[in-house]
């Protein structure tokens, strides 16, 4: 019904201008009454976009006014007196609406009686999200349970609209035009607490930062400086380029991606798995800011000779949880709901280039001291996250050389990685905010390319960008392909393991700074570090890592080849020359039963493709 009412409006908006180019008068003002009533409609139930309405009246307007040039001067009376009305009718309009709507978060108290089960986990998450779990032996627990369905139906029978929900955090994010109203909330039996977290304000605005052109170079084209400063196309060389792996990408909105060049295999492909928007759940995604868009082309660009991302294989969820327009603490909920959703849904990796620090109320401003990972809900959030197998990169802020200085929220969270900036010589990036935590821990823990950061515009066309935004996906993108890589070669793929392994390859690992951390990693440095599941390393060299098992005494060979010859066999000598073990290889890693192997000293030798190493093994 009300998109209705906003045609008409625009309908007769449009055509009073066009009364304006006939200078018919008495229409203009007969036609702006109506268009006004049906404002106030819809400013009521707060159903338009201000901004989208604006455009379309502007454009028709610049296009009545070009007409009509030469009438300028018999109609300058008109336009005046219309002008008048129309400026009070954009005023009033966007005074309505900059406050006609409040969110309130809303704190339960438990999760009594529910229908749902922690024995029946496929009710409320995906088998992709199921089998994570698995994988890193993580049970089901009360924090995965949805909200009562009960208690979220009680608070909307009182006329109030639940926007969005947190099942880890057991809270919801209301949305309604009457304060007065959570007073009666607060008097439910199993409401904890209720607080007020923004207001929608539409009256607001927002500016994009243009990037930079860029020419692009051969091969990986502009993107190549980012990607080999941490040793990145080494994974893609030997074939990991996120294929399997899904990350969901928490942002401001994801301009164009879907008509992009940059992004038709992902598309073509089917890799795109889907969009949520916490925002405003009727928006167009693709319409919205382009800063996701930004980042995403980091992540998945894929222009062969002039832009490769780093995980160009990967599969993608595309959620938006930031609104450009304002900062609100409520946007700290939304993100609650994006990373929840991500984690249903089975994401393995979330990137987020979001940062919360102070707002436009400052009331809700953090403090360095909040900087803990347990007081900020996003941050609380991140840290379940993690907890629950995924990956999360959040970028370390741009406050560096500002007066905030450190990082924010959910940078601050336990068990994920927060993400500085640099520049293209290893530099820190003059703006990269500052750690550590306030608890003392390393914040940031690593960085990537911060300072003119490649990427792709809107058009697919390269160009670049300063910021951690785009260093977080840089990384994002390469953790995605290491975990590609880790699967694929039977190695730990658990958080703590990979993220400890990263830490270690990193060029400070031994004396993190308050703003590299430990600094840039190294991923085929931390490849080769990846442990085995049981079997201790007995030798390593930069292509090849072999280890022993004494439970069931198996030599494991794990080879970094590019690829594996089809000649290409393993055999196990004895101190004296006899050859004891021969097998074929055809994978980069393989197992050999050795229950006939005593202790001692023994020579393997990987053989193919013209090529012949040896190695001498101690077991012991």
Known sequence: MFDLVLVLSVSLFCKCLTYMYTTNTSQIYETLVVVSKMSYILMFFNTYDVNSLLNIVSLYMT?????KQKLMKSTTTSFQKVGLLLVFLLFCGSSVLATS????????????????SLTKPSDYLSARA????VQHAIGVDSSDLPINPSYLSQVENLGIHVHNRSKWMNGATVLLSDSSKMNLVRVLPFVKWVKYSGKVDLAASGSLKRAKMLEPIADYGSAVAQINQMNGKYLHDLGYRGKGIVIGVLDAGFFNVNKNPAFDSLNLQGR???????????SNIYAEDAHGADVMSILSGNLPGSFIGTAPDASYWL???ENVLTEYLVETDFWCSGIEFADSVGVDVVNSSLGYTKFNDPIMDYSYADMNGEVSRASRCATLAAKKGIIVCNSAGNEGNKTWHYIGAPGDAKGIITVGGVDNAGASSVFSSFGPSSDNRVKPEVC????????????GLPVVGDGTSYAAPIMAGMMTCFLQAARSINAPSSTDVLLKTIYESASNYDRPTAQLGYGIPDF??????LPFFSAKKIAQTSNVAIGFDFSDRSIYIRLFNNKISTDEHVRVYSATGIMLLNQPV?????????????TGVYVVNIVGGGQSSSHKVVIN
Do not use: W
């Not at 296009?63 to 007409?67: L, T, V």
């Not at 980069?588 to 005593?598: G, K, Q």
């Open 319 to 321: 959620i938006r949880t």
């Open 101 to 116: 709507g409040y969110y309130f978060y809303v704190q339960f108290a438990n999760k009594k009686n529910s229908p749902y």
């Open 63 to 67: 296009n009545c006014i070009y007409k």
């Open 524 to 529: 085929r440095a931390a490849l080769a570090k």
């Open 586 to 598: 055809v994978e980069h890693e393989t197992i050999l039963p050795a229950s006939n192997l005593c």
């Open 130 to 133: 199921i089998e994570r779990r």
């Open 448 to 459: 990537s390319m911060g300072t003119s950061t490649a990427l792709l515009s809107t058009k």
């Open 272 to 282: 795109l798995l889907g969009t949520k928007d916490f925002v405003n759940p009727n």
